[in-house]
C-alpha cells in the first residue's frame, strides 16, 4: 500500500470503528429502540407510508392526510431503504457509512483548498472522533445525511461549480429547511461571475421549487415547512417567556401553543399552513415585545451550540438513563457537579472529558487557520468557514441548543482546525499558504 494512503485509511477505519462500537453498545442494551429519538418516530412514519404508497402522511393508521410539519428528503432515504427491506439497524448501518463518507469529503475538501495531505488528515481526524457525529449516526434523526450533503455543497461551492453547488444546496434544504438561506449566504462565492452565480441560484431554486408547488397545490400556499413555526413558537417566543416570567421552557411553550390554538380558532389539522402562520404571529408579537430578553436568550445559548459536550442523549440511547437532562434546568442545584454526577452515567462522564480536551485543542487551531488563510488573502475560504459557523450560530441558536445542534457545522470547523493544526506543527508553515486567492484559485501550497 502507498504510504500516502496509510494514514487517510487508519482514518477511515477509526471513523467507521468508533461509529461501529456504539452501534454495538446501542443493540446490546437497548435493541433497535436506542436508535430512536422522540423525533424519529415521525420521520420513521413517514418513510413506512411512502414506502407502503399510502403518501407523505405522519399517520400510523388510515385516513393518511399528507404531512407539512417536514421536508422530503430524508422520509425519502428511509422510504428507499425501507423498500429494500432495511429495518432499523440496517437503516442505522447505512447512517454509519453517511458519517464516515462525511469524514473522507471533509478530507478531500481540506485538500482542495491545501494541497497538503496533513491538513487533511487532521480534519478528518476531527470528525472521525467528534462525539456528536458519532452518536448522529447512530440515531433515526436528519443530521448525518444533511451534514453530508452539506459538506458536499460547500466544497462544491469553493471549487466554484455553481450548477452542482446549487443542486446539492438545494437537497440540503430540502433535508432541513434551516439551509433554506445558505444559498444566498454563499453568493459572495460566485462575486466574479455574474453567470455562475445566477447557475448557482438557479440549481438550488430548482431543487426545492418542485415541494414548494407540492405544498401550494396541497394546502393552498407554497411553503417548505410549518415545523420552523412551531419552533419559533415553542422554541424561541417560548425561550421569552420562559426568561421573563421565571417558568420552565416546556410549561411556557404549552402556554403559547394554546394561545395559537385559541386565536386560531379552528383544529390545526384542516389547514396547517394557515396555522402555521397563526404560530409565526404569535412568536413574532412576543419576541417584539421582549427583543432584549431574546438578544440575551440567543447569545448566552451559543456557547451551549458551539462548546457543550454531547452527554444526556449519550445515555439515553444506551439505556444509561431512563429520559433525557439535556433542557433541564439545573439553576437551583447547589452542587453542580454532584447533580452532573447523579444525572450522567461514569461512561459519558468519561467522554465528557475527551469532548472537553478536543474542544479546547479544536478552536484555537480553527483560529489559527482563519489567520492562515487570511495571510495568504484566501478570503473566498474565510468566509465560506466563518459564514458556515455564524449561520448555525444565528437559526439554531436558542435555550434548546445543544450538543446535537453543533453536527451540521463540523465540517466548517474541521477544515479550519485541520488547516491551523497543520501550520501549527509546521510553525513556518503560514508562510506558504501563498496559492489561493479566490473561489476558482489553484489552491494552498502545501503546508
Request: aromatic share 8%; hydrophobic share 50%.
Amino acid at each position: 500500500m502507498p504510504s500516502s494512503l496509510k494514514v487517510p485509511l487508519s482514518i477511515f477505519l477509526a471513523a467507521l470503528a468508533l461509529r461501529a462500537l456504539l452501534f454495538g453498545g446501542i443493540l446490546a442494551r437497548r435493541g433497535t429502540d436506542g436508535f430512536f429519538q422522540p423525533d424519529s418516530g415521525g420521520y420513521w412514519t413517514l418513510g413506512a407510508n411512502l414506502a407502503a404508497g399510502h403518501g407523505f402522511s405522519q399517520r400510523p393508521s388510515p385516513p393518511f392526510a399528507p404531512d407539512a410539519a417536514r421536508t422530503p428528503l430524508y422520509p425519502v432515504f428511509l422510504a428507499g431503504l425501507m423498500r429494500l427491506g432495511a429495518g432499523p439497524a440496517a437503516t442505522i448501518l447505512v447512517q454509519i457509512l453517511l458519517s464516515v463518507l462525511t469524514c473522507l469529503a471533509v478530507m478531500a475538501w481540506t485538500h482542495r483548498l491545501t494541497s497538503c495531505a496533513r491538513a487533511a488528515c487532521l480534519a478528518g481526524l476531527v470528525m472521525a472522533l467528534d462525539v456528536p457525529s458519532i452518536l448522529s449516526a447512530n440515531l433515526v434523526m436528519t443530521e448525518t445525511l444533511f451534514t453530508l450533503l452539506l459538506a458536499l455543497a460547500a466544497m462544491t461551492a469553493s471549487s466554484g461549480r455553481a450548477a452542482p453547488a446549487g443542486l446539492v444546496a438545494g437537497l440540503c434544504t430540502l433535508c432541513r429547511p434551516i439551509a433554506i438561506l445558505l444559498p444566498v449566504l454563499w453568493i459572495p462565492l460566485f462575486r466574479r461571475n455574474l453567470p455562475k452565480m445566477v447557475l448557482f441560484l438557479a440549481a438550488a431554486l430548482a431543487v426545492t421549487a418542485p415541494w414548494l408547488l407540492r405544498n401550494r397545490d396541497v394546502f393552498g400556499s407554497p411553503f417548505l415547512s410549518t415545523d420552523g413555526s412551531r419552533n419559533l413558537l415553542l422554541a424561541k417566543a417560548g425561550g421569552v417567556l420562559a426568561a421573563e416570567e421565571g417558568i420552565p421552557l416546556s410549561a411556557a411553550g404549552e402556554r403559547l401553543e394554546r394561545q395559537a390554538q385559541e386565536g386560531f380558532g379552528k383544529d390545526p389539522a384542516a389547514d396547517p399552513a394557515g396555522y402555521g402562520r397563526a404560530q409565526a404571529a404569535l412568536a413574532w408579537r412576543v419576541l417584539s415585545e421582549h427583543p432584549w430578553t431574546y438578544v440575551g436568550n440567543h447569545i448566552l445559548s451559543v456557547p451551549n451550540l458551539l462548546l457543550r459536550p454531547e452527554r444526556s442523549a449519550l445515555d439515553l440511547a444506551l439505556g444509561l438513563a431512563s429520559g433525557p437532562t439535556t433542557l433541564s434546568g439545573w439553576e437551583g442545584e447547589r452542587d453542580p457537579l454532584g447533580a452532573l454526577r447523579r444525572k450522567t452515567s461514569r461512561l459519558t462522564l468519561t467522554l465528557v472529558v475527551l469532548q472537553m480536551s478536543m474542544t479546547a485543542a479544536i478552536w484555537p487551531a480553527f483560529a489559527y487557520g482563519l489567520g492562515a488563510l487570511w495571510r495568504c488573502r484566501a478570503f473566498a475560504a474565510v468566509w465560506l468557514l466563518l459564514s458556515g459557523i455564524a449561520y448555525f450560530c444565528v437559526f439554531s441558536g436558542g435555550p434548546e441548543a445543544y450538543a446535537r445542534f453543533r453536527v451540521p457545522l463540523m465540517p466548517f470547523l474541521a477544515v479550519g482546525a485541520g488547516i491551523g493544526g497543520a501550520a501549527m506543527l509546521r510553525r513556518a508553515g503560514t508562510k506558504n499558504l501563498r496559492g489561493l486567492s479566490g473561489t476558482d484559485g489553484p489552491g494552498l501550497d502545501p503546508v
